[in-house]
């Protein structure tokens, strides 16, 4: 039996209707935050020059013709692209609850991919777990989707989170700084997270703008089980016998929340933004509410 879709065909027409009607792409893509000062085609004026021959005569400046007799080509300031790169976490983490996880985290990536691709824009995507993976190269238009669907489909989820060996890659292998789009649950085995936010801070000192989708389950903020549990740690394996009750479920998911709160402000003060995402929720609702709201597509 064939294998179901990365995404179904339903979704992404809405998702492309949609796509159509947005001003620009994500933040960050097309035009980005910082404008050149080259000369180009483009939405802002910029200068005037004298017109040579093999200019495009759609750039010339009429009126100035019809005052003086003379052919000056009007010049436009260029809106440069700026690198727009994907960080899919495909740790062991991620494929706890039945992968629901690592499931939903490939679906929205592939959401993001076909956004890109619809608006002509490029994006790389790669997995990681302790360090950098596959690289998936997502570029023109909608007609090339069906690859980066089955690349991504393809990638398997396992092993432990590198958090700070991961932007190590990173940054010795892209020099130019732009955004990343980091898709993860944010568990890295280290104490409070530390090892995730340190390196996530060394990304946007190093000028990344950062856009982190942070997945969980509903059993990852409110864990169902009442008892005496013995839980193993999915990535580094250690043990942990506690008894579990009512009021510890209360005081996990506090701690939980915290734990996602300092994500986000760590994020927002680094100029980025950040959006928690439940597998819960469905993904048209995402795409076309929470991301929005966020900043994300624009």
């Known amino acids: 039996m064939a294998a179901a879709p990365l995404l179904d065909r339903e979704f992404l027409e809405k998702l492309e209707r949609l796509t159509i009607r947005w001003q620009k792409s994500f933040a960050g893509l097309v035009g980005g935050h910082n404008s050149s000062r080259f000369a180009g085609s483009g939405q802002e004026f910029l200068d005037h020059r004298s017109f040579h021959h093999g200019d495009d005569l759609r750039a010339v400046n009429w009126r100035a013709y019809l005052r003086l007799e ?9 809106e440069p692209r700026v690198p727009v790169r994907m960080l899919l976490d495909q740790s062991a983490s991620m494929t706890t609850y039945g992968g629901r996880k690592f499931d939903y985290a490939r679906k929205l990536a592939g959401a993001l991919c076909y956004v890109g691709l619809v608006r002509l824009d490029s994006i790389e995507v790669h997995g990681f777990s302790t360090r950098l993976a596959q690289r998936i190269f997502s570029t023109g238009g909608r007609h090339r989707f069906a690859a980066v669907a089955d690349a991504l489909t ?15 890659d990173f940054i010795g292998t892209y020099s130019q700084r732009g955004l990343v789009i980091v898709i993860s649950d944010f568990l890295d085995g280290q104490p409070s997270g530390s090892g995730c936010e340190r390196a996530l801070q060394y990304l946007a000192d190093f000028g990344h703008e950062l856009m982190l989708l942070q997945i969980w389950a509903d059993e990852d903020r409110t864990p169902p089980w009442t008892g005496e549990l013995d839980l193993r740690d999915a990535e580094t394996g250690s043990a942990l016998q506690l008894d579990f009750d009512a009021a510890a479920r209360e ?11 300092g994500i986000q402000k760590m994020a927002l003060r680094s100029g980025g933004r950040y959006a928690g995402i439940a597998t819960s929720q469905p993904l048209e609702e995402v795409m076309f509410g929470e991301l929005i709201r966020v900043r994300g597509i624009a």
């Open 70 to 78: 003379k052919l000056f080509l009007k010049m436009f300031q260029v």
């Open 154 to 168: 393809a990638i398997q989820a396992g092993g432990d989170t590198d958090y700070l060996a991961v932007v190590r």
């Open 251 to 261: 005081r996990y998911t506090r701690a939980f929340d915290e734990y996602c709160e």
